[in-house]
């Protein structure tokens, strides 16, 4: 399989890392810190730094594509798979690195984006054109409904896909038919509508096989063993994971700069944020400070960085060192930012600094 695509390969590679080179063109008129994801009711809900928008998920997208290329290639079974099927592999990456990050460029340019309408129709249309796919699956261990009877019994397999390609365009027709529904009920129905729709092939599948054994008819073959490269794949990756995640949850920091006329706060991992003194309305230096639970953004046992809810401010901004209950309190263009240092001195001490900038009234 990779022999004969090689050229797509090498091309939905380049296709993957494309946003990166627009962002680069565009850096310029990007904005420091850029919005990077909407919540389930449409509302911004995360941001990251310049660096971060334009870097990070063309890269992690790209490995993500490697890696389901790779397993396909490995599988045996995929040696005559449908071109139609293998065309999705090659180029499902590509389209969400271009179409995400295009939303993410868009939205930093000031074209604002109803998320709650607008990604019902993103979701069914995928789910519609993914379903219409599913009946040209051969069995295979890496791509289609990969359930124990699925994988035994080739009848199973194709009645599976064959259902699962009518349940998804159906599910994905009605899904786009959300947004016709009042604002705050759109969510709510479209998240245990993907769900159903999902999982009820595998149900069907089961049901099939059940009515497969009281007709005499038996698994045809037993599942193909783990090979050598999954092995050695397995090996490689999971003490990277580990490192990555030791490395993610017991380093990091958040510094601060102080400008005559503005505050650059540079969180980790593409945490960044400038506030201007000039939309400050007010401050205050807590002793004490409920940061409430994390909605969206970074936290380890270290950091705690993002959008926070609590009962006296709901969702508000936060910056802090989990080992530190002492806080600063700003009231920032209207919303309320909350920022602390590694312990009560040093919090105090860029509180002092912060008043010297904003005077208070």
Known sequence: ML???????????????????IGLLLWNQLPDSMITHWGADGVPDGTLGKVGAIFILPIILLVLHWVCVFFTHKDVENQNQSPKV????????????IFSSGIIYLSALGRAFDMIYFMPVTMGLMFVILGNYMPKCK???TIGIKVKWTLEIQENWNATHRF????WVIGGFLTMLTIFLPEKAIMWVVLPLIFVFVFLPMIYSYVFYRKQLKQGIRPEKK???VSKWAKIVTAVMLPLILIFVIVILFTGGIEYELNDSWMK???????KMTVDYAAVDGMEYRESMDFGVRTFGFGSPKLSMGTFQNDEFGLYRLYAYTGCDAAIVLENNG????INAKNVDETRALYDKLLEKIPQN
Do not use: D, E, T
Not at 164 to 167: E, T, V
């Open 164 to 167: 699962a390609g009518k349940a």
């Open 139 to 141: 069995q295979n261990y």
């Open 265 to 271: 706060i540079n969180g980790s991992f593409g945490q």
């Open 3 to 21: 022999k004969k695509n090689k050229g797509k390969l090498l091309l939905s590679s380049i296709l993957v890392l494309l946003p990166i080179l």
């Open 223 to 225: 599942m193909a063993p």
């Open 335 to 338: 919303s309320m930012l909350v």
């Open 86 to 97: 293998v065309g999705i592999v090659l180029w499902i990456m590509p389209i969400i690195s």
